[in-house]
């Protein structure tokens, strides 16, 4: 949910339901006390929430970084049997460039822990800190510790990202951010200081820039600084005035702002409650602080998703169908169809596909051979999918839920792994000439099962059980190749051939059979054949939909297309092209042109001031917006003498008439004159003018009358209904003479 969220209390919080009600998008909370708040119930009731779960830090740490780095690690390690049904981001540090973070109590000592020796040092204890976690439990979703602001962190970057101190702290942990922590930071944002909170700090485009969205500043500095694309978890955000007439519009406008940005992956507001009455949080404190906390939460409670509007242009995204570089042949041209986590279904180049798995399934530092070994394990067993589809009800083979198929993660797509993958190209594993099923799990605890054993079923040749090296208790079913004993394999010189010879029995290592694909693109144009950007192009076939966007050229593409019936269509502009069926293997090209936009011209003449028109086709509504405001809607068909899509509206008030139909949208003004609408496809009449013709009486008698109504599709009771108003309004008779029959 892109909506804000909570820090939620450091204790009890009193009353859960009422902490939780106003239905927070993401949930900070020490692990200590996520059992009290209620946070396990929440995420149960709310999958698709974050969870964002800090650990307490040894404040003694640099007594012995290597002893504590090892003690604390282990300890959050061993958390993991109740955490994972969560799937938190965790840190385990926070604001170490403060003094009393480093348990020193002495303010006058705080210039010790802004120098480029102390991040040095300090970076080197997390990266053995996360070292030591990811040892023990590769899947936990470790996060940058955050740092307070302003204490050369960042090194005050200018609007480029440069620091203006010439270094900054994150110097020495930017390597360990991209190899340990999936390229994410926590943050901690406020707009106010000890004295209460500044509201310029929060609206000033200038001084906001270096407090409450100070966090864009850092991105950029990871950008231009470090070559990295890094995202970002604002767990901790206040003003320091929670006591504020405005702090609701305060947290619904730093929501806005923040949330609109992809970039940000979830943000919590600081804080729920604090039962310790700590001086630096009760000013913060909802529960303590906030004026009309019943309606605090009711207002955030209707506050609707922010949608994303920016940012998206310096993710990595999902394939969807960009072109590859060179015309795809050999393993480019093998494919997966991909469920993601919001429903859609994406064809995928099956090497592409696995650049986002095999980071997310193995540490992307362990040794090499045991990447590659990883690699071919993740291609034979998305290989079988393909052969034998995971989610054939839904169009896919894979899916990216790492709980039922393979764990699939862009933001840990790493250079070590790349390399794996492409050491690796297009190699499987066989048995008897066909693919297997290439199980692998984290740690099988010294020796691997059979799979019968296991899930039951047919025993498979190729997944007998062996003994193993790996360390360590068994995290996973312990079927087929061991992580872990691969990384142990690898340490003694076993290359990744003879690892994988080893856990699956009597397999062979080669490439598969190519599947034939197509492209599909083409140039989206306006009328006049101008290119069109950024135009929502959807190809729909296969049980599948994939949707992109045109380039600034006006250009699409979507590659690797599997052989079927496709519907193209540009849906913001109700185009579509049915039953295309691309050959396998080669390309089809499908240029479209938008027709010319519809206009409207105006006729104004005598008589009552209507607004009427034909649009062509009944049944379409027409909301009518009138000068004073409101709205209503008519609909097309129901005033017949002017068309088959004929309807007409009372305009008695002078100034604009705005009428919206089907995605059009009209200004009429209206000055106390009957108004006829001609609508058209071509360039607009400017300024509209004309004059309504008179009109010759059309004769009909009721019969003929009561035929024509009753030939539109709808009930006999509405349209006796309208032959009655035919025949008693003042403003219709001017236009019908109804005479009996002979």
Same mark, same amino acid.
């Given at each position: 949910m892109r909506r804000p969220g909570l820090w939620v209390t450091n204790g009890h919080p009193g009353d859960p339901s009422l902490m939780l009600s106003w239905r927070p998008g993401a949930i900070t909370c020490f692990y200590d006390f996520l059992g009290v708040n209620g946070i396990f119930d929440y995420k149960a009731q709310n999958p698709e929430v974050p969870i964002i779960v800090r650990f307490q830090h040894p404040?003694?740490?640099?007594?012995?970084?290597?002893?504590? &780095?090892?003690?604390? @690690?282990?300890?959050?390690?061993?958390?993991?049997?109740?955490?994972?049904?969560?799937?938190?981001?965790?840190?385990?540090?926070?604001?170490?460039? !403060?003094?009393?973070?480093?348990? #020193? #109590? %002495?303010?006058?000592?705080?210039?010790?822990?802004?120098?480029?020796?102390? +991040?040095?040092?300090?970076?080197?204890?997390? /990266?053995?800190?996360?070292?030591?976690?990811?040892?023990?439990?590769?899947?936990?979703?470790?996060?940058?510790?955050?740092?307070?602001?302003?204490?050369?962190?960042? @090194?005050?970057?200018?609007?480029?990202? %440069?620091?203006?101190?010439?270094?900054?702290?994150?110097? +020495?942990?930017?390597?360990? =951010?991209?190899?340990?922590?999936?390229? =994410?930071?926590?943050?901690? &944002? +406020?707009? @106010?200081?000890?004295?209460?909170?500044? /509201?310029?700090?929060?609206?000033?485009?200038?001084?906001?820039?270096?407090?409450?969205?100070?966090?864009?500043?850092?991105?950029?500095?990871?950008?231009? /600084?470090?070559?990295?694309?890094?995202?970002?978890?604002?767990?901790?955000?206040?003003?320091?005035?929670?006591? #504020?007439?405005?702090?609701?519009?305060?947290?619904?406008?730093?929501?806005?702002?923040?949330?609109?940005?992809?970039?940000? =992956?979830? !943000?919590?507001?600081?804080?729920?409650? #604090?039962?310790?009455?700590?001086? @630096? %949080?009760?000013? %913060?404190?909802?529960v303590q602080r906030v004026r009309n906390l019943n309606d605090h939460l009711t207002r955030l409670k209707n506050l609707p998703d922010i949608p994303i509007t920016e940012g998206l242009d310096t993710l990595p995204q999902p394939p969807t169908g960009e072109p590859a570089p060179t015309p795809p042949t050999g393993a480019q041209k093998q494919v997966i169809r991909v469920l993601f986590d919001d429903g859609k279904v994406r064809t995928v180049a099956m090497e592409e596909y696995l650049r986002a798995v095999v980071p997310a399934e193995i540490p992307a530092l362990w040794p090499a051979e045991a990447l590659k070994a990883q690699a071919v394990a993740a291609r034979t067993y998305a290989r079988y999918a393909v052969e034998n589809p995971r989610h054939a009800d839904r169009g896919a083979d894979i899916c990216t839920d790492p709980n039922h198929c393979q764990a699939f993660d862009l933001n840990r797509i790493h250079a070590n792994t790349d390399q794996a993958i492409r050491d690796t190209e297009n190699i499987i594993l066989r048995y008897n000439g066909r693919t297997i099923n290439a199980m692998f799990s984290a740690n099988c605890g010294g020796h691997t099962r059979n799979n019968e054993d296991v899930f039951g079923g047919q025993a498979a040749p190729y997944l007998r059980g062996v003994p193993c090296p790996a360390p360590g208790e068994q995290n996973g079913h312990g079927v087929g190749l061991c992580q872990h004993g691969a990384r142990t394999l690898a340490q003694q010189g076993r290359t990744y051939d003879q690892i994988l010879r080893y856990y699956f029995t009597g397999v062979t290592l080669g490439p598969p059979t190519d599947i034939l694909t197509s492209s599909i693109y083409g140039t989206v144009t306006d009328a006049a054949g101008q290119p069109l950007p950024n135009v929502r192009v959807v190809l729909t076939g296969r049980g599948q939909t994939v949707e992109m966007q045109t380039r600034r050229d006006g250009s699409y593409r979507f590659i690797s297309v599997p052989a079927g019936t496709y519907r193209l269509e540009l849906p913001d502009y109700h185009l579509r092209k049915d039953n295309l069926t691309p050959i396998p293997g080669q390309d089809l090209v499908m240029n479209l042109s938008l027709p010319a936009p519809i206009v409207v011209d105006i006729a104004r003449g005598s008589g009552l001031p209507l607004i009427v028109g034909d649009w062509g086709k009944p049944d379409v509504p027409v909301l009518v917006t009138p000068p004073r405001g409101g709205q209503f809607k008519v609909y097309t068909g129901t005033k017949l003498e002017f068309g088959p899509g004929g309807f007409e509206t009372y305009a008695g008030d002078p100034g604009v008439y705005i009428l919206e139909i089907e995605g059009h949208r009209f200004e009429i003004p209206m000055a106390g004159q009957f108004t006829r609408l001609t609508f058209r496809r071509g360039a607009a009449t400017t300024p509209p003018t004309g004059t309504v013709p008179p009109e010759k009486p059309k004769v009909l008698t009721p019969a003929e009358a009561q035929a024509r109504l009753l030939s539109r599709p709808m009930p006999r009771s509405q349209a006796e209904a309208l032959l009655q108003r035919l025949q008693s309004d003042p403003a219709t008779r001017d236009r019908f003479q109804i005479q009996p029959v002979d």
């Open positions: 404040r003694n740490w640099h007594q012995d970084p290597e002893a504590h &780095a090892r003690q604390l @690690g282990e300890m959050v390690a061993s958390k993991w049997p109740d955490l994972k049904r969560l799937d938190p981001y965790v840190y385990f540090a926070n604001e170490m460039n !403060l003094h009393y973070e480093n348990g #020193d #109590d %002495n303010p006058h000592n705080q210039h010790l822990y802004t120098t480029p020796d102390f +991040y040095k040092r300090y970076a080197q204890w997390v /990266r053995r800190t996360a070292e030591v976690i990811k040892n023990i439990v590769p899947e936990m979703k470790l996060v940058t510790p955050p740092f307070a602001a302003g204490h050369h962190e960042d @090194g005050a970057p200018d609007d480029d990202g %440069n620091p203006k101190d010439g270094w900054a702290g994150f110097d +020495y942990l930017y390597e360990t =951010i991209r190899d340990y922590f999936d390229n =994410i930071i926590t943050y901690h &944002a +406020y707009w @106010g200081d000890a004295s209460g909170s500044k /509201r310029e700090w929060l609206y000033d485009p200038e001084l906001s820039s270096w407090y409450a969205f100070r966090w864009r500043r850092v991105l950029k500095l990871f950008e231009t /600084r470090y070559k990295m694309k890094v995202r970002l978890i604002i767990d901790e955000a206040g003003n320091f005035g929670a006591s #504020d007439p405005d702090f609701t519009d305060q947290v619904i406008y730093y929501s806005e702002q923040c949330l609109k940005d992809a970039r940000v =992956i979830a !943000l919590t507001f600081f804080l729920w409650l #604090d039962p310790t009455n700590s001086p @630096g %949080n009760v000013p %913060n404190s909802w």
